[in-house]
């Protein structure tokens, strides 16, 4: 699966920003899809991801509340809509793609090339 993620850019901090993850290739409906994200100096850390089978979603603790996770299967496209952005939210996000749904980095198997989000104070 090919994915190209999109809608990075510099926010202030309390802003939004949405980011899409646009995915081509194998079936890509049969695949959960996430959002993670790695900051400069920390290792990637898993943020939200979506089922393909019954839209059920999970949502790592520092995000609930503020981020959702989305799928438009017409289009083949994930979105994540995050909100009350914090500073400690500056990060490269990457999409990926997995068999089943999960924040376990590992079982993905397909990687987007990363949006950067830079939260300012």
């Known amino acids: 699966v090919q994915l190209q993620a999109s809608g990075g850019g510099l926010v202030q901090a309390g802003g939004s920003l949405r980011l899409s993850c646009a995915a081509s290739?194998?079936?890509?409906?049969?695949?959960?899809m996430g959002w993670f994200r790695q900051a400069p100096g920390k290792e990637r850390e898993g943020v939200s991801c979506?089922?393909?089978?019954?839209?059920?979603?999970i949502d790592a603790d520092s995000v609930q509340g503020r981020f959702a996770i989305s799928r438009d299967s017409a289009k083949n496209t994930v979105y994540l809509q995050m909100n009350s952005l914090k500073p400690e939210d500056t990060a490269v996000y990457y999409c990926?793609?997995?068999?089943?749904?999960?924040?376990?980095?590992?079982?993905?198997?397909?990687w987007g090339q990363g949006t950067l989000v830079t939260v300012s104070s």
């Open positions: 979506i089922s393909s089978v019954d839209g059920s979603t």
């Open positions: 990926a793609v997995a068999p089943f749904v999960t924040l376990y980095a590992d079982s993905y198997i397909d």
């Open positions: 290739g194998r079936t890509v409906s049969r695949y959960a």
